[in-house]
């Protein structure tokens, strides 16, 4: 089979585009949201609210994670049917699939649904390790993309000599 040049690099796009969606979004997005009294002068949102505005962030967000999850999923099987076969970017594939899916629909809503119930439930040790086990799953999905990302573009090169 002949490679697509186009394919390779819209993957390698939408990869790369991921992984800074998730830095941005943990890095960038959520410490501004949740420390809003250090920056802004007159307005205060409490840790509920900027609770619910981050979860719809992700909600939103969870759109373009299934997406990656279905595109990689589709990708990794025609390289692997290509006979482009590796350990390391078939690990990182499973695992962003995993940890993709395991976000988007188990993750964020199960958060959601906990805070359509009020600032009580967001307060309870069930929410808070929901809560931190998303985040480990959030930085998981980042590493995985990164791993796969470098992999791919050494195979590709690897492939063209």
């Excluded at 695992?95 to 199960?110: G, H, N, R």
């Amino acid at each position: 089979m002949k490679r697509n040049i186009y394919l390779d690099f819209a993957y390698f796009i939408v990869l790369a585009a991921t992984f800074g969606a998730v830095l941005v979004l943990g890095a960038i997005v959520a410490p501004v949201i949740f420390h809003t009294d250090r920056i802004t002068v007159n307005l205060l949102i409490d840790n509920y609210n900027a609770g619910v505005i981050m979860g719809e962030i992700f909600r939103r967000f969870s759109y373009w994670v299934y997406f990656i999850a279905i595109f990689v999923a589709l990708y990794e099987g025609m390289a692997y049917k290509m006979g482009q076969r590796d350990a390391i970017s078939f690990g990182a594939a499973v695992t962003v699939l995993f940890s993709s899916l395991l976000f988007s629909a188990v993750y964020v809503p199960k958060i959601l649904s906990m805070q359509a119930l009020g600032a009580e439930a967001t307060q309870s040790d069930t929410f808070e390790n929901i809560h931190i086990a998303s985040e480990i799953d959030f930085k998981i999905l980042a590493a995985a993309l990164l791993v796969l990302f470098i992999r791919r573009l050494m195979i590709l090169r690897i492939v063209e000599k």
